[in-house]
């Protein structure tokens, strides 16, 4: 079955830096573009990067472009989120993923704090 595991998450200062990693299992992971999203508390959950399969093209929302990037490893099915500049507002549960035959699959999350 899919599965998809994130980790990294951790508690940092306003300023600082942050990489995510996303492993995946139980499809093929280079057959598939992918997407980090992330949730506040009472807030929706939002897109914050997506990658082609070969990782060749990515996007970002204007919140975020210029100090997130996102990448993958197909060798070692992981999907990575480096963070930063990060800033309080960037605090949220970050998630991976991927739409497989037209159904959404979601990591259980990793917590990012940014504070003081």
């Known amino acids: 079955q899919v599965q998809l595991v994130e980790s990294g998450g951790d508690l940092v200062q306003p300023g600082g830096s942050l990489r995510l990693s996303c492993a995946a299992s139980?499809?093929?992971?280079?057959?598939?573009?992918m997407s980090w999203y992330r949730q506040a508390p009472r807030k929706e959950r939002e897109l914050v990067a997506t990658i082609t399969t070969a990782g060749g093209s990515t996007t970002y929302p204007q919140s975020v472009k210029g100090r997130f990037t996102i990448s993958r490893d197909n060798a070692k099915n992981t999907m990575y989120l480096q963070m930063k500049s990060l800033k309080p507002e960037d605090t949220a549960v970050y998630y991976c993923?991927?739409?497989?035959?037209?159904?959404?699959?979601w990591g259980q999350g990793t917590q990012v704090t940014v504070s003081s």
């Open positions: 993923n991927i739409i497989i035959s037209g159904r959404r699959y």
């Open positions: 139980g499809f093929i992971f280079s057959d598939y573009g």
